[in-house]
């Protein structure tokens, strides 16, 4: 697990904040611990908050941790690919 000394290191930028709490949730369910900075910045102002913000709202982990967080990542997404999929029988349609 993270030992000081570390630093938080920005693995994923976004415009609103939804997408970044929900991967700080998965994070943290994979015992990652995360953060979103600038998780204010979104909503219906978001176009004139983010342009100063720098690099707008960021999902933050560990720097010993960011292999593993970036992982966690690529098999989330690996995952809904392979459940985006069409099979053949939805492309059949049931009888």
């Given at each position: 697990m993270t030992?000081?000394?570390y630093h938080w290191i920005t693995i994923a930028?976004?415009?609103a904040s939804g997408e970044a709490l929900f991967l700080k949730s998965v994070l943290e369910a994979n015992d990652i611990p995360a953060f979103v900075r600038?998780?204010?910045?979104?909503g219906l102002f978001a176009h004139l908050t983010l342009g100063k913000a720098e690099g707008g709202i960021e999902l933050q982990v560990p720097s010993d941790l960011v292999e593993q967080a970036q992982q966690v990542l690529e098999g989330l997404e690996t995952d809904a690919q392979e459940t985006?999929?069409?099979?053949?029988?939805?492309?059949?349609?049931?009888?």
């Open positions: 030992t000081p000394p930028r976004f415009w600038n998780e204010y910045l979104g985006e999929a069409p099979d053949e029988e939805s492309e059949k349609g049931l009888s």
